[in-house]
């Protein structure tokens, strides 16, 4: 598996999001935990990041739509033959623990992070570039001068406050890519175009390679077809479009 690459592609917007979403949590886990100021900041930037997305006013009635469906689903496989019951019923689990989660909690999503004075002066500002410097927020400047152990400790918190969110999309993506099984495709002079089933309803594209091979997946394409381009990358002008036919694996993933 370290020699493949995979590259994705969503193919609606709720499941865009999402993939963005686990993008900030993974990379605000990365830093979360270092002891100089920078990691601090990269780990806020991606708080503040992941609290714009948070703040869009259906997103939280999309993140319960999908849980449900989800849920709905796969109760439905209960009686099938062949399917892991004790592994359904914990993905299950899972899906109730969440829904009943986002029941509870009252208004937006990160409203109570977001009322705090520091991030909120951080959201304030983040729209402009560098602007959380020392001149632009001195109070910030003083609360990077605590020790590590103090920072990190604040940071978790506020990192854990949003595992209401970070929970439930990490477990709808990784269903997500579980429900479909690779299959072996070649692009020709690196091309490749597949129309998807009308009668279901593909949500995320995955193409994987194997990562020594000098191009990259570039993916497009919507609900009726996609395409697959690999290109070769160019240190000056426009990559181009490679000749050779090219081996990969290819995943449809839909629920």
């Known amino acids: 598996m370290d020699e493949i690459v995979t590259y994705e592609l969503p193919l609606n917007e709720r499941i865009r999001t999402f993939m963005r979403l686990e993008h900030l949590f993974s990379q605000a886990s990365y830093t979360l935990r270092g002891y100089s100021t920078w990691d601090s900041r990269a780990t806020l930037s991606s708080l503040v990041d992941i609290l714009e997305l948070l703040a869009r006013s259906d997103f939280k009635n999309e993140l319960f739509k999908e849980l449900e469906?989800?849920?709905?689903?796969?109760?439905?496989?209960?009686?099938?033959?062949?399917?892991?019951?004790?592994?359904?019923t914990t993905v299950l689990d899972q899906l109730n623990e969440s829904i009943n989660s986002l029941h509870q909690t009252d208004g937006q999503l990160g409203a109570e992070l977001r009322a705090n004075e520091l991030i909120a002066s951080l959201i304030q500002r983040h729209t402009v570039i560098s602007g959380s410097c020392v001149f632009d927020l001195p109070a910030y400047h003083l609360w990077l001068q605590q020790p590590a152990e103090s920072r990190i400790q604040k940071i978790e918190h506020w990192y854990d406050s949003l595992k209401i969110v970070n929970k439930p999309v990490a477990l709808i993506l990784g269903i997500l890519r579980e429900s479909s099984s690779a299959n072996p495709q070649v692009a020709e002079s690196g091309f490749y175009q597949h129309s998807l089933d009308k009668n279901t309803d593909t949500k995320l594209i995955r193409v994987s390679v194997n990562k020594q091979l000098p191009y990259y997946a570039e993916l497009s394409g919507g609900k009726h077809?996609?395409?697959?381009?690999?290109?070769?990358?160019?240190?000056?002008?426009?990559?181009?479009q490679t000749n050779d036919n090219v081996n990969f694996q290819l995943n449809c993933c839909s629920i």
Do not use: A, I
Not at 69 to 82: D, F, I, K, Q, R
């Open 69 to 88: 469906y989800l849920h709905n689903s796969l109760s439905t496989l209960s009686n099938t033959p062949g399917v892991d019951l004790e592994q359904l």
């Open 225 to 240: 077809r996609f395409t697959v381009r690999f290109l070769e990358p160019r240190e000056t002008g426009r990559p181009m």
